[in-house]
């Protein structure tokens, strides 16, 4: 079974950082793009990273671009977003998804094939 189970959310104040990770289990994670998406309250989702199988292709939301960045450990099966002078609108779910298509870096649903249950980024002073 394919799971994605994210940690690292909470609580920061704007200007603050925070380090989100994702550990993926059920499938050869090295093979498959995978990307961040954040849910804002109240609004429509928001493709906010991604990263190619090998850790070598990333590209990024332009309202997050030079703040946060993506990474991977293929060893350790894990995706990371380290995201810094975090910003009131930056408060979201944020959730990790792996590629249907292996060498495609997943923003739309008919490219998603699993969503992780996500967790929650609150920037408040």
């Known amino acids: 079974e394919v799971q994605l189970v994210e940690s690292g959310g909470g609580l920061a104040q704007p200007g603050g950082s925070l380090r989100l990770s994702c550990e993926a289990s059920g499938f050869a994670f090295s093979k498959y793009s995978m990307s961040w998406i954040r849910h804002h309250p109240g609004k429509r989702q928001e493709w906010v990273a991604g990263?190619?199988?090998?850790?070598?292709?990333?590209d990024y939301a332009e309202s997050v671009r030079g703040r946060f960045t993506i990474s991977r450990d293929n060893t350790k099966n894990t995706l990371s977003l380290q995201m810094n002078d975090l910003k009131a609108d930056d408060t979201a779910g944020y959730y990790c998804?792996?590629?249907?298509?292996?060498?495609?870096?997943?923003?739309?649903?008919?490219?998603?094939?699993?969503w992780g249950r996500g967790t929650q980024v609150t920037v408040s002073s």
């Open positions: 998804v792996k590629a249907v298509i292996r060498e495609q870096i997943p923003k739309y649903e008919n490219q998603i094939d699993t």
């Open positions: 990263i190619s199988p090998d850790g070598g292709r990333f």
